[in-house]
């Protein structure tokens, strides 16, 4: 399992939200943003490898950026965010940090999962 991962949950229609695509970042010294991972989520909604082989994740800042606004229009709906950046820090690096997201076309709601 990567060291950071992500599931999405349809809110509206309680079932995983497949294809949603997703960046990984990095924040750096000078508080830019750099790419370090992408995907899409499974049929289960989930992405187990947004770290690429080789990446090491280290203490600092992170952003996961989901395009809502695509999975929304698969559905033949429409999203009031057309994306949602989550920021989130990385105190102890040797752990999993798991990142659930749960959308709906006009909110959406995240924690700290397992």
Do not use: C
């Amino acid at each position: 399992m990567s060291a950071i991962s992500t599931h999405v949950l349809n809110l509206v229609t309680g079932l995983p939200a497949r294809n949603v695509s997703v960046v990984l970042e990095s924040q750096g010294s000078l508080r830019t943003w750099r790419k370090i991972g992408d995907g899409r989520t499974d049929a289960d909604g989930r992405i187990e490898d947004l770290v690429p082989p080789g990446v090491r994740i280290q203490t600092g800042s992170y952003r996961l950026t989901f395009d809502v606004a695509s999975y929304f229009r698969s559905q033949n709906g429409a999203s009031f965010y057309p994306e949602i950046a989550i920021a989130f820090g990385i105190q102890d690096p040797a752990q999993s940090h798991h990142i659930p997201l749960l959308i709906g076309p006009f909110g959406y709601t995240t924690y700290r999962g397992s």
